[in-house]
């Protein structure tokens, strides 16, 4: 067993996932023994696992998808839910907060796609926010 200098360190794991590793190892001749598979198994999970915040972290906390001439669907990252923007004739409804006032609608008003469409909305008559 390594001593405590050695920049090595033990961890406790369940016998019956040892079991299988060791299996695992016999059978698979690429690994030296069980400790050099769960070495790579870790490094491998951390690097995924890094990957994924990553890419998280690139994401926008808004998106928005599923347009059509009457509303569109706007994908909330930060609460991990979808707002359906209505755009109606007395005006532009937000069916996750409940409102007509509110940061989804203002996401909303920003894309141009769908400022096109309130802008031909209001020339029909709409009351809709100015774009």
């Known amino acids: 067993m390594p001593g405590q200098d050695s920049g090595f360190r033990g961890v406790s794991l369940k016998n019956g996932l040892v079991d299988e590793?060791?299996?695992?190892?016999?059978?698979?001749?690429?690994?030296?023994?069980?400790?050099?598979f769960i070495h790579e198994a870790v490094r491998v999970r951390i690097e995924e696992l890094r990957r994924a915040e990553s890419n998280k972290k690139a994401l926008p906390r808004f998106e928005h998808f599923n347009m059509g001439a009457n509303g569109v669907r706007i994908t909330d990252r930060k609460i991990k839910l979808i707002a359906d923007i209505y755009f109606k004739p007395q005006g532009i409804?937000?069916?996750?907060?409940?409102?007509?006032?509110?940061?989804?609608?203002?996401f909303a008003l920003t894309v141009p796609e769908i400022r096109d469409i309130i802008r031909k909305h209001k020339k029909e008559g709409w009351k809709l926010p100015d774009v």
């Open 21 to 36: 590793v060791e299996k695992f190892v016999k059978e698979h001749h690429e690994y030296k023994n069980t400790a050099d």
């Open 93 to 106: 409804f937000c069916d996750l907060d409940k409102a007509d006032d509110c940061e989804h609608i203002d």
